[in-house]
């Protein structure tokens, strides 16, 4: 069955700490995978996504994502976080027709 | 440029009543697609579209009917709502070949 695991609900970290967040996805075909962002009350943004190609990925907002096959993650990071970044985060794998299969999301706290 | 707009932001309606969620996007994208978001779930797709005159269901269909006539337009009825249907509802599209799905700002829906 195809799905998106995210293993932290919730992480805090302190302003100019670096940052992972974990994603563990399991999909039949070449995975289409993708960060999204949502702030309290917004919708979601995309920061960054992988199709093909390096696999290194950089986003918006100074964060950067590595796909590993063997290990069917697509781990999110940031060198030093920033209270903006408070939000909450998703990956999600696309299927056909753009069908995304998300994550439960891990909500992100930034101490000052 | 408006990107998805979603109408209404808020609704509270009674178990039983009925209503449509409004989508319109003006990229003229092929791909349009409804999303509920629940506390720990994530997004899970609903219905999605991916054409004029052309739907199908997503994972969790039941209680909900959509239609697209349009290039433009992807509402998303319930026919007689549930409490089971409170949640906040996102409307998505994309271009064709699984690339960024943009979301809309979402609609906030409680059922009593």
């Known amino acids: 069955a195809q799905s998106v695991t995210q293993p932290d609900i919730h992480i805090t970290v302190s302003e100019g700490a670096s940052l992972e967040l974990r994603c563990n996805y399991s999909?039949?075909?070449?995975?289409?995978l993708f960060w999204y962002v949502q702030s309290p009350g917004q919708g979601l943004q995309l920061l960054l996504k992988y199709f093909s190609g390096d696999t290194l990925v950089q986003g918006i907002k100074g964060f950067e994502a590595e796909f590993k096959r063997s290990q069917s993650s697509f781990n999110l990071r940031k060198p030093s976080v920033h209270w903006s970044d408070a939000a909450e985060y998703f990956c999600?794998?696309?299927?056909?027709?753009?069908?995304?299969?998300f994550g439960a999301g891990t909500r992100l706290a930034v101490h000052p | 440029n408006a990107g998805v707009t979603q109408t209404p932001k808020f609704q509270v309606l009674k178990t039983g009543q009925s209503m449509t969620l409004q989508c319109a996007q003006d990229?003229?994208?092929?791909?349009m697609s409804w999303y509920r978001q629940d506390p720990g779930m994530g997004l899970r797709l609903i219905h999605y579209s991916v054409g004029a005159g052309i739907t199908d269901q997503g994972e969790v269909p039941n209680g909900y009917n959509v239609s697209r006539s349009t290039t433009e337009d992807f509402p998303l009825r319930l026919l007689s709502a549930a409490p089971s249907q409170t949640s906040v509802y996102f409307c998505?599209?994309?271009?064709?070949?699984?690339?960024?799905?943009?979301f809309g700002q979402g609609t906030r829906l409680t059922v009593v």
């Open positions: 999909y039949g075909a070449t995975p289409y």
């Open positions: 990229m003229n994208h092929e791909y």
């Open positions: 998505a599209s994309a271009r064709m070949g699984n690339t960024e799905a943009f």
């Open positions: 999600a794998v696309g299927g056909g027709y753009n069908k995304l299969i």
